[in-house]
Structures are given as C-alpha cells and as structure tokens.
C-alpha cells in the first residue's frame, strides 16, 4: 500500500488494488441502500417518460427512456493489443457519451435528482394527484410558473451543472449554476443559452460547490444538488446496471462465475461511476470486478480509500495540483457517501497521465470513428495495462480467473462527449 501511495504522491500511474473489497453479499449488507430503492429511481424514470418526450423530442425513438447504446469495440481492442494490452475477452464501450439531453453519464443522475424533487413539489402542490396521474400536467404553462418560483442550484466542473441546468431549466425552474475555474467555456456558454444562470469562480470545484450550498441554503424556495452526498443522483447512476443486463443479453455476454465482467470507469466525486458500480454489484455481485480510473494529478478516491481517511483527506493534502486536463475528473475530495461505499465493493483504482488522453481520444476516433471527450478517454489506461500490471495479475489469480480471462468481457465506461463542439473536436482530434 505504501508503495501506491508513493506513486500517488509522485503523481506517477500505478494501479492500486483494494484489499478492503469484501464478498459482494457481505458487502452490498453494509449499505443502506438495496435493489428496491434502484427499481423505485427506475420506476420514476418511467413515470417521467411522457414528460420527457414532450421537452425532449430527440428522446421519442426511446419512448422517453434516456439510454446509451454499447457498442463492441474490436477495432481498438486490435489497437491496444498491437501496443502490448495482450487483452482477451470481448471490449465493449458503454456510450453514456451519447445520452441524449445532457450529453454525458451526468444525464442519469442529475436529470434523476431534478425529476425526482420535481415530483415531490408537485405531488405536495397537488398538481398531480399520485404516482398513477398523467405527468405530461407537469409540462403545462401552469406548472412551468408553479416551478417557476423555486431555484434549483449546483456546483459544478461542467457536466453535472449542464445536466441539472438544463433539465431543470427546461422544467421552468430558476436554475443556477455554480462553475469552477476547471469549467469549460463551451459549457457556460450553452447552459446560458438554455436560460440557466452560471456563476464562474476563481476556485476549484470544492470553493464552487460550497458557495453554492451557501446561497442555496439562505433561500427557502431553493434547491441544492449535492454532488458530495446526494443519494438521489447516486440511485439515478445506479439504473444504468439493470438497463446495460438487457443490451448484454441482446449482444450474447454472459455474465457468471466462468464469464467474468470487468467494468472501468472515470472517477470525479465519486458519485456517478459509484453509482454504477452499485447497481452492477446488485445485478452480477462477486462476478463483476469495478475499477475507477482518476488523472494523477487528481486520484482523490484512490487517495481517501487508500489511506482510510475518505473525505477527510484531498490530494492537496499529498502535494498533488487537482489540475488536470480531464475536467470531469477534477475533484479534489471524494464523496464521503460514495467512498464508504466503494471502500468494500470497489476492486481498485487506475491512474492515467494527462498526455495520454488525446491520444486515447484519436485512436477511438480513427478505429471506431466514435469521440468522446478527454475525462472519458481516461479509462482506456485500464483495458491497455489490466493483462500486464503485475498486481493486476495477482488479482486476477486470487480471484481464481487467470484461466477464464478469454471469457471475460470488459466495458470501458464513456462518460461524456457528444455535446462538444465542432470547433473543439477538430482542436482535440488535430491538435
Ligand atoms: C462527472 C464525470 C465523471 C465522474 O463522475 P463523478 O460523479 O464526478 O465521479 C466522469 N466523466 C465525465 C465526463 C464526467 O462529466
């Protein structure tokens, strides 16, 4: 441990491998949320559907249902093999890049977290009368003024405050948005041409997020989405499991004790590949091995879980910037919620080096002819080193799996990437 953590400290890649991580029965039994509360977020989502058909028509052709498909990647499985991934088993890339609305996997949760307080306004005003009514009455002039008198607000690095922004926007609400420094400009410039009010600081994430607790919590009529402790966008992330199992069983994975699933994601606050990693747990338990992947100069889960010390601890604190060019991933300090929670289900933790980004980026791009931006591009380290690294090996063989790896499939997790701008994918794509 102490070696990682001089890695870490050195902001030099390195794997981290959890040895806190419990049987997943044992583990998900320390949780105070289960699979009823996942299937209640899901059953909102269904409730909301003709709701969000009717602000959103691009979500028609899903009946409402915002979801990403996955997509095999065999092109830039070849690519990574030829650079020496020695990776078996199918490689999958879940595109959450491509959720409609908001662009990025901050289109689960956050648009989660606005419907649900949506929902709970309304059902309190009376303007729906219970769970059965017709929730496109949430989408009349009358309910847009009704919504109209409350403030929702969130601090954000981009992605989450376009989400919340949007969608709460697109409801009526006065909604406003908390951005650090990290942000970037494209995302101020669109969530104002919603009609969300961004407020920009000098600070990082943390200074944005406690401004805005602050002045959300100074008006009554207001509405702060918690990113450090939400438990609402955490079970809005977690739907993503029960929905990626039935694309996995149109595409023919398996998923057992012989068929291993390996899911990589990109990790901020914690709260969106948390999230995920739960419901996968639920749905596959000890047959699915979760790995988050965070910048080195800004492993904040891997540096709370791996000295034990979750939100107490931020990667200033070990000398590190937080800078980092993966501006969803620029988070300083781990939830507090999510990483008591990863700390016995998650299997461990991959840094990646900012310089490797755009190139991750051009090769999905030139292989598959598929973009996602930077933050996401940071899972590839995963895929490319998981044959290799030897504590990864050591894992693979403890968990009695260094025979059954050509069974195995893995999905690298796209967070984000289908909003950016013309003008910046050329820059990224050339540059
Ligand atoms: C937000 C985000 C993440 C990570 O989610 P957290 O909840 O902050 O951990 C990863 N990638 C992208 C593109 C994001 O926007």
């Known amino acids: 441990m102490s070696t990682v953590l001089d890695k870490l400290k050195k902001a030099e890649e ?8 419990k049987p997943a029965a044992e583990a998900l039994a320390t949780i105070e949320f289960n699979s009823d509360f996942v299937a209640d977020a899901a059953a909102r989502l269904e409730r909301f559907a003709p709701l969000i058909m009717h602000y959103f028509p691009e979500t028609c052709e899903t009946k409402g249902i915002i979801e ?9 499985k070849a690519i990574l093999n030829e650079e020496g991934a020695g990776l078996e088993g199918r490689l999958f890339l879940k595109r959450d890049s491509d959720l409609k609305v908001a662009g990025s996997v ?28 017709d929730y496109l009455k949430l989408g009349t002039e009358d309910a847009r003024k009704f919504f109209s008198q409350y403030k929702i607000q969130v601090g954000s ?36 041409s919603r009609g969300a009010t961004v407020i920009e600081y000098d600070g990082d ?20 989405v918690d990113d450090e402790n939400s438990s609402a966008l955490f079970l809005g992330y977690a739907v993503a499991a029960g929905r990626m199992d039935k694309q996995f069983k149109e595409q023919g ?56 010390k979750m939100n107490d601890i ?21 939830s507090g919620l999510v990483s008591r929670f990863m700390d016995v289900l998650l299997s461990g933790e991959f840094t990646v080096e900012d310089a490797k980004l755009n190139p991750y980026l051009r090769k999905l791009w030139k292989s598959e002819g598929l973009y996602i931006e930077p933050s996401s591009c940071a899972t590839f380290i995963a895929p490319s080193t998981v044959s290799t690294d030897e504590s990864c090996k050591e894992y693979i063989a403890a968990h009695g799996l260094t025979d059954k790896m050509s069974n195995a499939t893995h999905i690298v997790w796209a967070t984000g990437g289908s909003m950016v701008p013309q003008e910046i994918r050329e820059a990224l794509l050339n540059g």
């Open 106 to 133: 901050k289109a689960r949760g956050g648009v989660y977290e606005v419907l649900k307080h949506s929902e709970d306004l309304a059902l309190e005003a009376g303007l729906i009368s219970g769970y059965d009514d």
């Open 68 to 76: 990403s498909p996955l997509t095999e990647i065999n092109n830039m």
């Open 14 to 21: 390195c794997v981290w491998i959890n040895d806190n991580l």
């Open 253 to 308: 994975v398996i998923v057992d004790e012989d068929h291993p699933l390996f899911v990589y994601i990109p990790c901020g606050v914690g709260g969106a590949p948390g999230g995920v990693a739960f419901g996968e747990k639920l749905l596959y338990g000890d047959n699915v091995h979760v790995f988050f992947v965070e910048p080195t100069q800004c492993p904040c889960m891997v540096v709370g879980l791996a000295t034990g």
């Open 314 to 334: 931020c990667v200033q604190d070990i000398g590190l910037t937080g800078i980092t060019e993966a501006d969803g991933l620029a988070v300083g300090r781990p």
């Open 157 to 192: 690095t981009g992605n989450l405050g376009m989400s919340i922004g949007i969608m709460s926007a697109a409801l009526g609400y006065d909604a406003i948005v908390h951005m650090s420094m990290d942000a970037k400009q494209w995302k101020k410039d669109l969530l104002r």
């Open 205 to 224: 994430y943390g200074k944005a997020v406690e401004q805005g607790r602050a002045e959300s919590d100074a008006d009554p009529k207001s509405y702060f």
